[in-house]
């Protein structure tokens, strides 16, 4: 009966022509190499993904900061003029105004409403007793809503005296004057 | 001071191609295996105390081979044993069979029975350091080890009776 003890003996002779010899060697070391460049590949390809996130944040970032950042007043004095009468109609000059049609003016901040007779100074006032400023650069802090007979409802930003209209900024101290004098 | 990987590889390799090549039974598997291991070796450059480096050879080898294994293409391929063959010097040639009887008996054994026995009689490494290699209790090194003995005495007794 052969005993376990001589198992290496046994193996060394049963397994004498298996070897690691340096065929096996220059294998190995070749692909160590395929291995290390592979790697090093790898962490390469593996900063793509982490370069595109940066710049994703970055990107991110910048977009968030722009939007936290105060509107420079001439773009203001832009997307106030346009805003005239946007929010549920179409932009309006203070041509358009149509006296007739003017059902009540209402200002937003303190919800003063005017309506019937006192209208038609108010209108007067904006149309006739104003001046063009569009060169000044104003921030508008208010609005006044103009509804009309046919359901139409004009939102114009205001800062007393002055009106953004779609075609640039008026001045008018009588209508602001005029609508603090108006009882609601 | 560490070893070197030419010798490391000259120290163990080829017992690291031969424990491989008892456990799976595919020659090219057992150099894939060895590879694998000193590959391994070069690349990661482990911190290996010293006298430590064989069993870490041998521990990074039976992972290698536990894997392949398992593999689902391996165990298609080769079903029941592995075609294990001899490979005696060429003066050995033709010696009688019985005297291989033995390692082909220990090829025979279930992988958790083949490793313990080759690591424990062929590259002799103590119960403990086994335990530690494969990460499993000494009692359970001992346990598979008695086993192991008595499923070799009933193959090589049966071969006897044949």
Redesign the interface.
């Known amino acids: 009966?052969?005993k376990?003890?001589?198992?290496?003996e046994?193996?060394d002779?049963?397994?004498?022509?298996?070897?690691?010899n340096e065929s096996?060697?220059i294998?190995?070391?070749k692909?160590?190499i395929q291995?290390?460049k592979t790697?090093t590949h790898r962490q390469k390809r593996h900063l793509v993904p982490v370069l595109l996130s940066s710049v994703a944040v970055m990107i991110l970032c910048v977009v968030l900061l722009n939007g936290k950042k105060p509107i420079p007043s001439e773009e203001q004095h832009l997307i106030h003029s346009f805003t005239a009468g946007s929010s549920e109609t179409a932009p309006v000059s203070y041509k358009e105004i149509d006296l007739l049609s003017v059902k009540s003016i209402v200002r937003c901040s303190d919800g003063k409403k005017i309506e019937n007779d006192q209208l038609k100074q108010l209108i007067e006032a904006l149309q006739s007793d104003s001046v063009n400023v569009s060169d000044d650069i104003i921030s508008m802090n208010d609005q006044l809503k103009i509804y009309n007979t046919d359901g139409l409802c004009f939102i114009i930003p205001i800062n007393p005296p002055y009106i953004g209209w779609s075609d640039g900024i008026r001045k008018s101290d009588l209508f602001f004057r005029l609508l603090e004098e108006t009882k609601d | 001071m560490p070893l070197s990987f030419d010798e490391l590889y000259r120290l163990y390799a080829t017992d690291v191609l031969r424990v491989s090549y008892y456990y799976l039974g595919n020659r090219e598997q057992a150099e894939d295996v060895t590879q694998d291991v000193f590959v391994r070796l070069i690349t990661n450059q482990p911190e290996l105390e010293q006298g430590r480096e064989k069993s870490w050879l041998f521990k990074v080898a039976l992972n290698r081979c536990r894997d392949i294994w398992r593999g689902s293409w391996y165990k298609k391929i080769v079903l029941g044993h592995p075609a294990f063959e001899l490979f005696p010097a060429p003066d050995e040639i033709g010696t009688a069979a019985d005297k291989y009887a033995l390692a082909e008996a220990v090829s025979h054994l279930r992988p958790e029975f083949k490793e313990v026995v080759l690591l424990f009689y062929y590259q002799g490494f103590s119960v403990t350091e086994i335990s530690e290699m494969l990460g499993i209790a000494e009692g359970t090194v001992s346990s598979r080890l008695s086993r192991a003995r008595n499923k070799l005495q009933e193959e090589l007794e049966g071969d006897e009776k044949r």
């Open positions: 009966m052969i376990l003890e001589n198992l290496p046994i193996t002779r049963a397994f004498d022509g298996l070897k690691a096996l060697k294998r190995i070391l692909a160590a291995e290390e790697y």
